[in-house]
């Protein structure tokens, strides 16, 4: 069964560096996600990309927070200048269409330091 | 502001008996529901789905149950086995037109099977 693959599993990173997370979503899929997982708390939606331009974004998806689909693959969230609140699962999610049932990579951790 | 949460963080039930998940939420606009399935170290799992014009729907050994009158959803598990033993979330998103909607998730509650 196709699914989501998300690189690195677990990411290290120093304040203040940049990150890139990459994800490559079901290969039919037009709809693109990245989420976060601060340890212990529910799941909280970050970006959703659509057509090559963000579609909706939450708060927490600030000026450091980009996305990108680079190619006709790969989707990527960068961070620019990590903060130490940044450590947190990130999970990519992708669905065929609109408001159907999205599915989810098993996540990159990051650890800032 | 707007918000899902489950009912408790924690449910233990004996291997082969029903589960049943609660879930609230406050958005009138939600349109759409999920359910689904953490294991540890992974990612949520799609359970099953539902939209806000029915009220039951049912998959393989799941059903969910919508009462839109008091915006509450449930996850039924009939027969619970060792491998349902999970975090289970409910998410919803409300209908916006095509656009690629965030899910807003509830908190989790932990299912434990007991043998």
């Known amino acids: 069964e196709p699914e989501v693959t998300q690189t690195p599993s677990h990411q290290v990173t120093q304040m203040g560096q940049e990150v890139i997370l990459r994800c490559v979503p079901i290969?039919?899929?037009?709809?693109f996600y990245w989420y976060r997982q601060i340890l212990g708390q529910k799941v909280e939606f970050l970006v959703s990309?659509?057509?090559?331009?963000?579609?909706?974004k939450s708060e927490i998806f600030d000026d450091q927070f980009s996305v990108e689909r680079p190619d006709g693959s790969n989707f990527t969230l960068k961070i620019r200048s990590t903060k130490l609140e940044d450590s947190a699962m990130y999970f990519c999610?992708?669905?065929?269409?609109?408001?159907?049932?999205?599915?989810f990579g098993d996540g990159t951790r990051l650890s800032i330091l | 502001g707007e918000s899902v949460g489950l009912h408790l963080p924690t449910l233990s039930v004996q291997e082969g008996d029903n589960s049943i998940i609660n879930c609230a939420y406050s958005?009138?606009?939600?349109?759409?529901f999920i359910w689904y399935k953490q294991e540890s170290g992974k990612g949520p799992q799609f359970i099953i789905d539902?939209?806000?014009?029915?009220d039951k729907r049912q998959g393989q050994r799941v059903t969910v149950l919508l009462n839109k009158t008091v915006k509450h959803l449930s996850l039924q598990i009939a027969a619970t086995q060792p491998g349902d033993s999970a975090v289970y979330f409910c998410?919803?998103?409300?209908?916006?037109?095509?656009?690629?909607?965030?899910?807003?998730f509830g908190k989790g509650t932990h299912l434990i099977i007991q043998p």
């Open positions: 999610a992708s669905s065929k269409w609109a408001n159907q049932p999205q599915h």
């Open positions: 290969s039919n899929h037009l709809y």
């Open positions: 990309f659509y057509n090559n331009e963000i579609s909706e």
């Open positions: 958005n009138s606009a939600s349109d759409y």
């Open positions: 539902i939209r806000s014009n029915m």
């Open positions: 998410a919803e998103t409300p209908y916006s037109g095509g656009g690629a909607d965030g899910l807003t």
